[in-house]
């Protein structure tokens, strides 16, 4: 015997990284700024070595502050691969600070265009029916611009930030044939820490 059902699938669309709390900038625009010091990122991430097409990222990212530490301006390129799609995703990042008694809030923008690429040509890909039309033959390309906003408070020991990396949600589908079915996703980003101070025990 056996059993048939049908349903919906949902998975996620941001890329994994380890170690956020280094990369802060790739999740909230309104962290750029925050650190005393111009800051400089990279981050390599290789998942499940060894096996082939297993995604791969990698990240670059710049910040500072500037006019009298009221904005802060950064830059992200990322890049990741898994499979036989390859995107790069440039933004460019601006945050209005704004100083209070205990902490400062940064309010951010992030313009930024993202572009996809799946290269339906890859000797791996073997398709069962030839003639199928929404299986594509050549590679495919996409360029989708958009937009983020993020907030993020720092206090003397703790920070928050909340943030939408991407408000169009734009449609991802390479298919010319059939109907849309997948776009961006609204992503919510929400952050938060402390520090302890703690003593020689």
């Not at 009221?70 to 990042?93: A, C, K, P, Q, W």
């Not at 945050?95 to 040509?121: C, D, E, M």
């Not at 720092?154 to 776009?183: H, Q």
């Given at each position: 015997?056996?059993c ?5 699938l ?32 990279a981050?390599?991430?290789?998942q ?40 790069m995703?440039f ?11 205990r ?27 030839q003639?199928?039309?929404?299986i ?12 983020g ?28 044939f ?24």
């Amino acid at each position: 015997s056996f059993c048939m059902f049908s349903g919906s699938l949902w998975a996620q669309q941001d890329v994994l990284y380890t170690q956020f709390m280094f990369n802060k900038l790739s999740y909230n625009p309104g962290y750029a700024g925050t650190e005393d010091s111009p800051t400089l990122l990279a981050v390599y991430r290789n998942q499940w070595m060894g096996l082939e097409g297993a995604p791969n990222t990698q990240v670059l990212s710049y910040n500072q502050r500037i006019l009298n530490n009221r904005v802060g301006l950064g830059g992200n390129l990322n890049r990741s691969s898994i499979g036989i799609t390859t995107s790069m995703t440039f933004d460019v990042t601006y945050a209005y600070r704004i100083p209070f008694k205990r902490g400062t809030l940064s309010i951010g923008l992030q313009p930024g265009v993202r572009y996809f690429h799946q290269n339906w040509a890859d000797p791996r890909l073997r398709a069962i029916d030839q003639n199928d039309l929404s299986i594509p033959t050549e590679p495919s390309t996409k360029y989708l611009p958009n937009v983020g906003f993020g907030a993020y408070y720092k206090g003397y020991k703790w920070y928050a930030g909340l943030a939408i990396p991407r408000l169009v949600a734009n449609n991802i589908d390479f298919s010319e044939f059939g109907t849309e079915i997948s776009r961006e996703v609204q992503h919510i980003n929400a952050m938060g820490g402390i520090q302890f101070d703690l003593n020689d025990d």
